[in-house]
């Protein structure tokens, strides 16, 4: 049986980390509906923007280069979205084991891999393995800014439009997190570029719906029955095109990032909340034990004095 | 001559936009940015930096779709006149319905 001061020392320092345990869960609790506000504010922005793509789809049969399909794939895009910090449980790690399936099934069709990534934990991963990054974005991965998401898709429409001749790209996949609810979080792959603009009044991808998801809006589904009206473009389609597409896929980004926040937050609160109960099963084990250790040392010392009592008598 | 002409021109004018102004014709306007809603609510005119030059809107305007560049978009509500600096973005028009989509927005105060 370990000594009594072994077990106390490790009773006080279980202590000191269910005390960090529980602020972390406190953190990331505040720090979720904070998450969701943002994911809130971000709701018109993205639904006005959606109508837009859908009227523009729905009236003029116009080629973009950012919907262009025919284009053949050489080389691919991986968008990895991960936090910036640990204490998050599986969170991290569920998210690069998909990324590390998709960017081997990309290689399987002899795709050339680019890597971008946002989030500190995800970066060290690759980084470790000597695995190139194209380019990285860290901090604020549990509240992102719409400059970090402008960042992101302006790099990452601009390796699209350069196309694979020129050391660009052909395709986006993004990997990220999918907002079930607060229990359930689970990895998803996108694919951003080239937009499949859909025009039969339909969602293009469901966007704004996973948003309002995270902000538990009910969004009345108006748009899907409404019927879009002829719209006059000014100066041209192509031009309104150019102006609102970039705009589209940055706001699918900032979706993302926001989404994937709310992901970690939940994640980390739902693990901080495990080890708090581990701490506090831990404790009363080893609470029990140095009990049981301290009247064991007192068992022990009286037995030696009434034995040295009876010694002294029978002599 | 001329001169009570033009004033005659003028006046019909007016009263042309006093109609259109009027408070019988208003237009429900949502202004958004990345960062949320900026401002919602009915107006009588919009007046955006579109692509091509300034865009002005005014009640049973066709619906139409533009790019618009920096600038300041300035809307008039009943009386007063908000005033909005953007950087860019583009703005929507259908059966009185406006929406502008700002990549960056401030309200002038």
Known sequence: MPSQLVLRKRISSTQSLQKIFKAQELISASRISKARFYAQNAMPYADAITKAVRAVANHAKVEHILTNNNRKALATAVLVIASDRGMSGSYTSSIIKQANIQIAKLKQQSKKIQLYICGQRAVSYYKFRNITIDQFWTGHSDAPTAERSQEVSDALVQKFLATSKNSGVDEVIIVCSEFINMVIQRPRVIRMLPLMVVDNGSDPDELGESLAKVAKITTTASTNTESVPLYEFEPSAEAVLDAILPRYVQSRIQECLLESAVCETASRQRSMHTANDNANDLLEDLIRRANQARQAAITNELSEIVAGAAALQNG | ?109
């Open chain 2, 1 to 109: 001559m001329v001169d009570s002409k033009d004033i005659k021109l003028t006046n019909s004018n007016q009263n042309n936009n006093d109609k259109v102004l009027s408070d019988n014709h208003t237009m429900s306007f949502d202004f958004v940015s990345p960062k949320g809603r900026l401002i919602k609510g009915q107006c009588k005119q919009v007046i955006a930096p579109s692509v091509d030059g300034e865009i002005g809107i005014l009640y049973d305007h066709e619906p139409v779709l533009t790019g618009m560049k920096a600038g300041q978009v300035r809307i008039t509500k009943k009386e007063d006149v908000v005033k909005v600096n953007i950087t860019g973005g583009f703005l929507s028009v259908d059966s009185n319905e406006i929406t502008i989509v700002a990549d960056w927005a401030e309200i002038v105060k």
